[in-house]
């Protein structure tokens, strides 16, 4: 009799885990990272490895409004540095919860806001540790944030904001408010956003364009914090399983710049090999970044 209960139990618990509609699904990587500052500036090689899984849980209701949430097995959406934890739910971290239907999508949690989402970033080079070596920064949002985006035809219109409040008593001198448009079709994109904070603006332009077997992409920012223009390029050429990778960007105001080679193979199966070498020009003096390894989705 306790067999068949157990039995009973297993079952009705895996059949409203199907109805609910509950994913899993994730990435990890392994592999050396060279760091040239490292070890008193004669440089060090060090193991580096993560692993990530995430859930997804989605549904639908009668009317046929689609909503769903999302989070990291690394961190479940709660910011923990509050006395108690983030009981209030007004910081999150790696965790988002949205509704969506024919007025658009409509999220909040950790989301980076619509300059983030639209124009993005130019390709990096590597299997992770050094892949944001390329990346010029976003003013962003603080958590919890708010997105909205909306798609007709070939443009996407996104608007967001970061946290207007924070419960918990601290200081508010950070909101942020953001909006972007973006065109793309299956050969070129071009994007638009603006960002908005207390104590900065910043006007940022994205584009990309596949030609072939490359595929190219550009970002230009322009910030008030920054005397200067900042600006990125990058190249991706595809030869079968191949995929070779270079870019160059230019921080501006700081007179730093990052160039970049790399390469990845497609093994199969959600697999890839991939490493980068990244030099650093900077006043403060030169650097050089380089990993290989392996990655991993499922």
Do not use: C
């Not at 297993?10 to 899993?24: K, Y």
């Not at 910081?91 to 988002?96: A, E, I, L, R, V």
């Not at 970049?260 to 991939?274: E, F, H, M, R």
């Amino acid at each position: 009799m306790k067999k068949l209960l157990l039995a009973t139990s297993a079952l009705t618990l895996m059949a409203g885990a199907a109805s609910a509609e509950v994913a899993l699904s994730g990435s990890a990587r392994m592999g050396l990272v060279y760091n040239g500052t490292l070890n008193a500036g004669s440089g060090e090689t060090f193991f580096s490895s993560r692993v990530r899984i995430v859930f997804t849980a989605s549904g639908e209701t009668d009317s046929g409004l689609s909503f769903g949430a999302s989070m990291r097995a690394d961190q479940q959406g709660g910011n923990n540095n509050d006395a108690g934890g983030d009981q209030d739910g007004d910081s999150n971290g790696d965790s988002t919860v949205f509704i969506s239907g024919a007025f658009g999508k409509l999220t909040m949690g950790d989301v980076g806001g619509a300059a983030d989402a639209l124009v993005g970033q130019v390709s990096g080079v590597g299997y992770g540790p050094n892949d944001d070596l390329q990346e010029i920064g976003f003013i962003g949002t603080t958590k919890t944030a708010v997105y909205y985006e909306y798609s007709t035809g070939g443009f996407t219109f996104g608007l967001g904001a970061g946290q207007l409040y924070n419960v918990d008593g601290a200081a508010d001198t950070a909101d942020e408010m953001n909006i972007a448009v973006k065109y793309a079709t299956d050969a070129y994109s071009v994007a638009l956003g603006y960002e908005t904070s207390d104590t900065d603006d910043a006007l940022h332009l994205g584009a990309s364009a596949t030609l072939g077997s490359a595929t190219l992409k550009a970002r230009v920012t322009d910030r008030d914090t920054e005397a200067d223009t900042q600006w990125a390029v990058s190249v991706d050429y595809a030869i079968s399983a191949t995929t070779l990778t270079a870019f160059y960007t230019d921080f501006g105001d700081n007179d730093t710049q990052h160039y970049g080679i790399g390469a990845a193979y497609d093994l199969g199966g959600g697999a890839s090999v991939a490493g980068g070498i990244v030099q650093q020009n900077a006043p403060a003096g030169d650097n050089t970044f380089a990993d290989v390894g392996l990655k991993f989705s499922f």
